[in-house]
């Protein structure tokens, strides 16, 4: 049966009854993180991945979100839980094969494990796309628009401190050089991880699609919808933002392990400190996006990108040495920006798409973003294959393949920075309010509290 759930409160609370939708956040995070993950990285340079191959998994997921195109039309028929629910029950037996797939090492070569990773997947990531095209038009049915600004920050709560739990225990797990056995240990928490959330996912709320949903019986107008001014500058950034975000989490594993020479357990440690920037999201840009607007949170998570590339590109140029006083900060940067922009990104489209054909809206939306944000670090491992061992000497920096990368990387966040100013929403404040709130105002009411005064 089809319920909404019970109407929110006048002062824009988030309605009761949600949450089985953020421990599904959770759950679904424990289960992706190791298949799309730093472990997978690992995995697949254990198999011998060059770097266009890692950037070619990285992009797969993003890629195959052009499966929502097609895959819209079909949303009203089946429901908004019922489609999310058959894809993610087909990709959980996925997850399973794959955690197989490590321990057939004595009887298949490596060659032939890495193609079977990439076929195993192509499968995953388009199960995901298909079924994840009722994701956002679900959500905007279930969260009232005055609190979706909570509603992605506490999102972005429950999953990344999940997914801080799946990095730390997989380091734990594998160890500073880990056999195949512990890969497969790795992926199968994850397909119980996923397993698990299915239960959950059917306790969220189901609400019946509306008939403006339908976009119609004949062919859809997707130049049309582009164009719509509004959407189109929001395409245009989140293509830029993904160019320039796109290869980093992939690309900062690679640069650690083999420009730094660092262990795989302490790149998952590494990597797991990321979430904790993900972890100050709500506080950040909770209640803020919905009385500022998602405008001024989109600039500063292009300034915070630029100064993650500019300080990556540092490190790998040897003017400093990564370790963990210089590192850590920069990873909690790195998931602090994603958390940010996302939910600030997600709570601009629900207010800009029109209501006559949003499930269409949506899938070319998150089909932009995504598509540009696969593309990217294949198109970044191609440069840093073509950069290879080659390197040099000025400004000071010792100029390779990925000192050259960041560099290029925090060039990109300047240019998304721009489109960022371009964007049209009517109550977003100014950047420097933001600013000001976070570090004037905020740290002066502490102050007051500790104080007294």
């Given at each position: 049966?089809?319920?909404?759930?019970?109407?929110?409160?006048?002062?824009?609370?988030?309605?009761?009854?949600?949450?089985?939708l953020y421990w599904f956040s959770a759950l679904n995070a424990l289960s992706f993180q190791p298949v799309l993950g730093s472990a997978m990285v690992l995995y697949a340079k254990s198999l011998g991945a060059s770097a266009t191959v890692l950037g070619l998994l990285?992009?797969?997921?993003?890629?195959?979100?052009?499966?929502?195109?097609?895959?819209?039309?079909?949303?009203?028929?089946?429901?908004?839980?019922?489609?999310?629910?058959?894809?993610w029950s087909a990709r959980v037996v996925v997850i399973f094969v794959i955690a197989a797939l490590p321990l057939t090492g004595g009887f298949l070569d490596s060659a032939t494990r890495l193609i079977l990773l990439l076929a195993l997947l192509l499968a995953f990531n388009t199960l995901r796309g298909v079924s994840s095209c009722a994701w956002l038009p679900w959500i905007m049915e279930l969260i009232p628009p005055a609190a979706r600004g909570r509603h992605f920050a506490r999102d972005q709560l429950f999953?990344?401190?999940?997914?801080?739990?799946?990095?730390?225990?997989?380091?734990?797990?594998?160890g500073a050089d880990a056999a195949a056995y512990q890969f497969a240990i790795v992926f199968f928490i994850a397909a119980i991880a996923g397993a698990t959330s299915l239960p959950v996912l059917k306790r969220v709320p189901d609400v019946p699609p509306t008939p403006d949903?339908?976009?119609?019986?004949?062919?859809?107008?997707?130049?049309?919808?582009?164009?719509?001014?509004?959407?189109?500058?929001?395409?245009?950034?989140?293509?830029?933002?993904?160019?320039?975000?796109?290869?980093?989490?992939?690309?900062?594993?690679?640069?650690?392990?083999?420009?730094?020479?660092?262990?795989?357990?302490?790149i998952l440690y590494f990597m797991s400190v990321s979430f904790v920037g993900g972890l100050a999201a709500p506080w950040l840009a909770g209640p803020r996006?919905?009385?500022?607007?998602?405008?001024?949170?989109l600039g500063m998570a292009m300034a915070i990108g630029f100064v993650i590339g500019v300080g990556w590109m540092f490190a790998a140029g040897g003017a400093v040495r990564p370790g963990w006083g210089y590192?850590?900060?920069?990873?909690?940067?790195?998931?602090?920006?994603?958390?940010?922009?996302?939910?600030?990104?997600?709570?601009?489209?629900?207010?800009?798409?029109?209501?006559?054909?949003?499930?269409?809206f949506f899938a070319l939306f998150m089909v932009v973003w995504q598509i540009t944000l696969g593309l990217s670090p294949v198109l970044w491992g191609l440069v840093l294959d073509g950069i290879g061992a080659n390197e040099w000497t000025a400004l000071g920096l010792n100029w390779n393949r990925y000192s050259v990368f960041f560099g290029l990387v925090g060039l990109s966040f300047i240019g998304a920075g721009v489109l960022c100013r371009r964007l049209e929403e009517n109550t977003a404040s100014g950047v420097q309010t933001l600013v000001k709130e976070?570090?004037?105002?905020?740290?002066?009411?502490?102050?007051?509290?500790?104080?007294?005064?």
């Open positions: 049966m089809n319920e909404r759930p019970p109407a929110p409160a006048n002062d824009g609370s988030l309605p009761a009854g949600l949450g089985p990285a992009g797969m997921m993003p890629l195959l979100v052009i499966t929502q195109l097609p895959a819209a039309k079909f949303i009203n028929r089946v429901g908004y839980r019922e489609f999310v629910m058959r894809g999953g990344n401190g999940a997914s801080l739990l799946s990095f730390a225990v997989a380091g734990a797990v594998l949903d339908t976009g119609g019986k004949g062919p859809v107008p997707w130049l049309a919808m582009a164009a719509h001014p509004p959407f189109k500058k929001l395409l245009y950034l989140n293509a830029a933002w993904s160019l320039a975000y796109g290869g980093l989490t992939t690309f900062v594993v690679k640069y650690l392990k083999d420009g730094a020479g660092l262990p795989s357990d302490l996006l919905d009385r500022l607007g998602s405008k001024p949170v590192a850590l900060p920069l990873m909690v940067l790195l998931g602090l920006v994603n958390a940010i922009f996302s939910a600030a990104n997600n709570r601009l489209a629900m207010n800009i798409v029109p209501t006559m054909g949003r499930n269409h976070l570090l004037v105002d905020e740290p002066r009411r502490w102050w007051a509290v500790m104080t007294g005064r």
